[in-house]
């Protein structure tokens, strides 16, 4: 495992696959680390996969300050410190959300995005009763009764931010520009289905394509997660600036 500081931030991440290869970039969700992407990653065939952990989380710093600028922030940080352009940025939940705010300020160095079960917040306020706090615990049971791999501030802190409506963010939907796969894990996830089908209609050039098993669709479907993913990457590969 290697690392790099960024914003102050020691974060650890695993580099896998061709050295020459386009860049991939994973990104995990909250209460997870870079592992959760062990099975997928030798998918990615022609790629240099980056799996980071997110700070607070794995072997990266545990600074305290957890805001989700700061999470995106540190991906700008790191995709320059790598010298990463035209990559492919892959993220589930808030690892999603991290990718697509950085997407708009850096489209020399991201290309195209697969946002699994993208932790969109909800628009208004009454939307907050539309998240079944039994589910959100769910999505991340498996991990935590494994082991607690990560700084519990950071879960706490995140899950509060994501909850809360924000106007804005929706508003900014359209400002990537990239290709994008929006995956949704069904009516079974904390994630409304409905929410990401209203989110891919803001978006500039994305679609969404849904396999419904729950929240964590890379680990519960990872055939039906990478196949998704790979017929995207043929399909958009027009696109990629040679």
């Known amino acids: 495992m290697e690392s790099v500081e960024i914003n102050g931030v020691r974060l650890a991440y695993r580099e896998a696959g061709d050295p020459d290869g386009t860049p991939a970039v994973l990104l995990h969700g909250s209460g997870s680390s870079s592992t959760t992407w062990d099975r997928f990653a030798p998918r990615l065939t022609g790629h240099r996969t980056i799996a980071v952990d997110l700070r607070g989380h794995g072997a990266s710093g545990r600074p305290g300050d957890y805001s989700l600028a700061g999470l995106r922030d540190d991906l700008l940080g790191l995709l320059q410190a790598l010298d990463l352009r035209d990559a492919l940025v892959v993220g589930h939940s808030v690892g999603a959300y991290i990718a697509l705010a950085a997407a708009a300020e850096v489209p020399e160095r991201i290309a195209r995005l697969v946002l699994e079960d993208l932790a969109a917040p909800p628009r208004r306020a009454e939307r907050v009763r539309g998240i079944n706090p039994f589910q959100v615990l769910a999505a991340v049971a498996g991990i935590v009764s494994v082991r607690r791999d990560y700084d519990l501030r950071a879960l706490a802190s995140l899950l509060s931010q994501l909850t809360r409506p924000d106007l804005a963010w929706w508003s900014r939907l359209g400002a990537a520009r990239q290709p994008t796969l929006v995956l ?59």
Not at 209 to 215: E, F, L, S
């Open 184 to 242: 949704s894990g069904g009516p079974t996830s904390c994630i409304p289905p409905r929410r990401l089908a209203e989110a891919v209609a803001e978006m500039h050039d994305a679609r969404l394509a849904t396999i419904p098993v729950g929240h964590r669709v890379h680990s519960l479907a990872p055939d039906r997660f990478a196949t998704e993913v790979l017929s995207f990457l043929t399909a958009t590969a027009h696109s990629v600036p040679a």
